[in-house]
């Protein structure tokens, strides 16, 4: 488990939890941050902070701060890849 903020521009996490005060877990989850949904790293500012992230179909902006209190798992450990999935993508 990782946190959000060590995502790369353009790297994806699925949602693991937010430890976070009770205030701002609600605010983000009312934003679509909740459990298992897929959060993208979109850009960083200049200086890196803060990042913009896409969850639900929303683009928001979080400082570093508040990006490594929430905890995400990699993508692929809920949908494996398998070879029957990547012969259906051609």
Request: hydrophobic share 45%; glycine share 6%.
């Amino acid at each position: 488990m990782n946190a959000l903020s060590d995502l790369t521009v353009g790297e994806s996490g699925i949602l693991v939890a937010l430890d976070l005060p009770e205030s701002v877990q609600n605010h983000l989850m009312h934003m679509g941050f909740v459990p298992n949904a897929l959060v993208t790293a979109l850009r960083r500012a200049p200086a890196g902070d803060p990042t913009v992230y896409a969850v639900d179909g929303m683009e928001i902006a979080l400082r570093r701060e508040t990006a490594s209190a929430i905890r995400v798992r990699p993508p692929e450990e809920e949908h494996p890849k398998s070879p029957r999935l990547a012969e259906a993508a051609r």
